[in-house]
């Protein structure tokens, strides 16, 4: 998928450039947001987007 605008959020305080990454994923209706930068994935979650780890992505969609 491909979005030539996103909002304007400021949602990560820690690392304000991050916020590129949540725009990015509301722009685009995205379920999830697989990162493994410490300031992204502390925000866990964002209007119903979850945000994971590599690993926690894996764990969570790996068939049982």
């Known amino acids: 998928m491909f979005t030539a605008k996103t909002p304007d959020l400021h949602i990560v305080e820690e690392d304000p450039d991050d916020d590129k990454f949540i725009e990015c994923a509301v722009a685009l209706n ?6 493994g930068d410490k300031a ?25």
């Open 30 to 35: 995205a379920e999830a947001v697989i990162s």
């Open 40 to 64: 992204v994935i502390d925000i866990g979650e964002y209007i119903g987007i979850k945000i994971f780890t590599p690993a926690d992505f894996l764990n969570h969609f790996r068939p049982a």
